[in-house]
């Protein structure tokens, strides 16, 4: 008798992503944080129960994971692996239509900065890899990038201080290259990057936008990271 052919299971997961209530919901997720049911109901236009249902789907496939608080469900995408699957995807969909595509005026807040999983995207994600390179304040190191003297002394000016980064282990790398879904050039992903974005947001420099993954600079954010990115305000 002969054996089954195996079976792999990207096909099984490519079923659970081609569903475009089930890429709504997951875009949405793309901002890091988590999200209640009703949240990504209304962000995938569906009602509560559908988006249940695709809730479930997405929890198998282990694309997602559920952290109960209280009375409440509350969901994430599952790790950062999940997240740079997604947006590769959306690189390789987008690719024949980019220009149009993010020429669109609806776009343009996204373009400009967005969140990816915790850390800084769009225009001024890749203009804060550039500049951190350029003002060496990181440096490569083995597969990514370490922290410089320089850059410890900066990210005190902005009153971040170097030791709330943690020690990276080999699951939660300081900083390395992330392919930014809309600039087709690098951002950083990293613990470094979620910790500056994280002390941006705190600071009020950076604030979200309700219900969307853009975030706006705000005039005391131009201000205050002027410095550190001289372009930003002709981005």
């Not at 373009?111 to 994600?125: E, I, T, V």
């Not at 709330?164 to 790398?173: F, I, K, V």
């Not at 879904?181 to 613990?191: F, I, K, P, Q, V």
């Not at 600071?203 to 410095?227: D, V």
Request: charge should be positive; glycine fraction near 8%.
């Amino acid at each position: 008798m002969t054996a089954a052919p195996f079976e792999p299971r990207l096909a099984s997961l490519a079923a659970v992503l081609a569903d475009a209530t089930r890429a709504r919901m997951l875009s949405y997720l793309l901002s890091g944080e988590y999200a209640s049911a009703g949240e990504l109901a209304r962000a995938a236009s569906v009602t509560a129960a559908t988006a249940s249902g695709h809730l479930v789907k997405m929890l198998d496939a282990q694309l997602v994971v559920c952290e109960q608080r209280g009375r409440h469900r509350y969901y994430r995408l599952a790790d950062d692996e999940v997240a740079h699957a997604l947006e590769a995807m959306a690189l390789i969909a987008e690719r024949r239509s980019h220009e149009a595509s993010w020429a669109n005026p609806t776009r343009t807040r996204l373009r400009f900065a967005r969140c990816c999983y915790g850390h800084l995207a769009g225009q001024l994600g890749v203009e804060l890899f550039s500049q951190l390179l350029s003002k060496e304040w990181i440096a490569p190191a083995g597969e990514g990038y370490g922290l410089t003297a320089s850059g410890r002394a900066g990210l005190a000016e902005l009153g971040l201080l170097a030791d709330a980064l943690g020690t990276p282990s080999s699951g939660r790398r300081l900083a390395y290259r992330c392919l930014d879904w809309s600039e087709r050039r690098d951002h950083l992903a990293g613990t470094l990057p979620k910790a500056l974005l994280a002390h941006c947001l705190q600071q009020g420099w950076l604030r979200r936008l309700e219900g969307e993954r853009a975030l706006a600079l705000t005039p005391p954010g131009r201000q205050r990271l002027a410095t550190l990115l001289p372009s930003v305000n002709t981005l």
